[in-house]
């Protein structure tokens, strides 16, 4: 079953750090961009970061630059979000997502999400 | 940045009726658009892609067109499963903005 899972969400406290995991099964990643979105509790979708396919580059919105990092592992078919500094606002779920095969940057795939919370 | 504007920012309809929600660009772009329906307590589900083209498996009354700064989903005779809220996409060059989603329900 081709499906995507993140952890390591949970609650923690402003100024700390935190790190999501989403893990691949059913498909390689290896040629696959990846991202991060979140969505607050009853607010609209907000994308995070992408990665490329071989980890060469990365993308973030402005309010997570130089706080967040993303990195992939592809031989274990992994992807991680490394958050540091955390602010109330970065309050959301956090979806771990699939770039489509044949359209770079288009998501088709996402995980069920973790929740984080800053408080 | 291409900031994207939905309207309206919540509808409701009768089944059967066709619904039409808009996408505004800040700027003109090409058809790097996509729409999406995401329902409560599930994640988001692609429905179009480069502004019209239905993705696989996606029900034949959803549409999309435009160009431009301007694009549109259309719902052709509205279903009770429609309930959800749909955003808009912009997709380029590793990038992605969001329009700010339009919920929709059933009259």
């Known amino acids: 079953q081709v499906q995507l899972v993140e952890s390591g969400g949970g609650v923690v406290q402003p100024g700390k750090s935190l790190r999501l995991s989403c893990a691949a099964s059913?498909?390689?990643?290896?040629?696959?961009?990846l991202h991060w979105v979140r969505q607050a509790p009853g607010k609209g979708l907000e994308w995070v970061t992408r990665i490329t396919y071989d980890g060469k580059m990365r993308k973030y919105v402005d309010s997570v630059k130089g706080r967040f990092t993303v990195s992939r592992d592809n031989a274990r078919n992994m992807m991680s979000l490394q958050m540091d500094n955390l602010r109330p606002e970065d309050t959301a779920l956090y979806y771990c997502?699939?770039?489509?095969?044949?359209?770079?940057?288009?998501?088709?795939?996402w995980g069920q999400g973790a929740l984080v919370i800053v408080s | 940045d291409i900031q994207m504007t939905q309207s309206p920012s919540s509808l409701s309809a009768s089944i059967g009726d066709k619904v039409t929600i808009t996408c505004r660009a800040s700027?003109?772009?090409?058809?790097?658009l996509a729409w999406y329906q995401q329902k409560p307590g599930q994640p988001p589900k692609l429905l179009i892609f480069?502004?019209?083209t239905l993705q696989s498996g996606v029900p034949s009354r959803f549409g999309g067109r435009g160009s431009g700064t301007e694009f549109t989903l259309i719902i052709n005779s509205l279903q009770a499963e429609d309930v959800g809220t749909y955003y808009c996409q912009r997709y380029k060059s590793g990038l992605i903005t969001f329009g700010q989603g339009t919920r929709l329900e059933i009259k």
């Open positions: 997502a699939r770039d489509s095969f044949m359209v770079e940057t288009l998501i088709d795939l």
């Open positions: 700027q003109a772009m090409d058809d790097s």
């Open positions: 480069r502004a019209s």
């Open positions: 059913g498909f390689s990643i290896e040629t696959y961009g």
